[in-house]
């Protein structure tokens, strides 16, 4: 059983950065696929970038492209997502997610939250001035 804690978050003003983590409880995290996903009040679950477990493809929601990079380190077990230009749009509650990657079969099924067993237990992100 995978465990996964999260880290950052918070306030931050329209323009500014943010940066997530998600830290991992086994090293066998290296073999998953991780997510990053976030969610509104009242709308569903929305996948905002992923990676798969041993290759170099990434996969973005087109309204964060060239402002937000998820990466990984595996040696740490430890998952971040990079935020940059903030949008009031991107409030929400974040979550990280991990999968073995069975599910995984074509490229949209990484951002979707149906392709992940393992989540973090989440955090705020508010973008205001």
């Known amino acids: 059983q995978l465990q996964l804690v999260q880290s950052g978050g918070g306030l931050v003003q329209p323009g500014g950065s943010l940066r997530l983590s998600c830290a991992a409880s086994?090293?066998?995290?290296?073999?998953?696929?991780v997510g990053w996903f976030r969610q509104v009040p009242g709308k569903e679950r929305e996948g905002v970038a992923a990676t798969g477990a041993s290759d170099s493809r990434y996969y973005y929601v087109d309204s964060v492209k060239d402002r937000f990079t998820i990466s990984r380190d595996d040696r740490d077990s430890t998952v971040f997502l990079q935020m940059n230009s903030l949008k009031p749009e991107d409030t929400g509650v974040y979550y990280c997610?991990?999968?073995?990657?069975?599910?995984?079969?074509?490229?949209?099924?990484?951002?979707?939250?149906?392709?992940?067993?393992?989540w973090g237990q989440g955090t705020q992100v508010t973008v205001s001035s």
């Open positions: 997610a991990a999968d073995w990657g069975t599910k995984l079969r074509h490229t949209e099924d990484y951002l979707r939250p149906e392709g992940y067993d393992y």
């Open positions: 086994a090293n066998t995290f290296k073999y998953h696929a």
